[in-house]
């Protein structure tokens, strides 16, 4: 039996949802490594982390999201602190066959957001963005017309606990 530590249970426990996708523990891993690293290095220079895959609208989605996923509580940071998006786009630049699932996923969401609420999901009220989140949430409790919105959300809220629990934070 080898000696596992803490820190190899959570790698393989934050890659396990993105396998579905070809994403390895070790994948995770580097980007994980290339996240903290490409943080660390913009913050010392008062630098911002410009994404590569996501559109500006799509990186203020991206961080809305992640963050009513993971908020920030006296424990432990946000998904945002822990540099979800980051993680995010390294990924999706290193796995262009995740890309059309959140694209298309986000889009479903800006587009029941405007029905509803006349905004998209990133401009609208905290109060309507959880109130569409609870309907898609919970995969057993969803209307069928909520479908799309719930694979979406499903695979969404994995890739953020991946990479949440795969930083440093």
Not at 52 to 66: M, S
Not at 113 to 136: H, M, N, V, W
Not at 143 to 160: A, I, L, N, Q, W
Request: charged fraction near 30%.
């Amino acid at each position: 039996m080898t000696d596992v530590n803490r820190r190899d249970v959570l790698k393989f426990l934050a890659a396990a949802p993105l396998a579905q996708f070809a994403v390895t523990a070790l994948d995770v891993e580097h980007a994980a490594t290339r996240t903290r690293e490409t943080l660390e290095s913009l913050a010392a220079r008062g630098a911002q982390y410009q994404p590569k895959y996501f559109t500006p609208q799509d990186w203020r989605t991206v961080h809305v999201l992640a963050d009513l996923i993971i908020p920030r509580d006296a424990r432990s940071g946000s998904a945002t602190d822990a540099g979800v998006p980051v993680f995010m786009d390294f990924i999706l630049g290193d796995r262009p066959n995740m890309r059309p699932w959140i694209r298309e996923g986000m889009a479903w969401l800006d587009v029941e957001c405007e029905k509803r609420y006349g905004s998209p999901f990133r401009e609208c009220a905290r109060a309507d963005q959880t109130a569409i989140l609870d309907e898609i949430a919970w995969p057993r409790k969803a209307k069928p017309e909520m479908r799309r919105g719930v694979r979406f959300f499903s695979r969404f809220r994995d890739f953020s606990a991946s990479g949440f629990w795969s930083s440093k934070l």
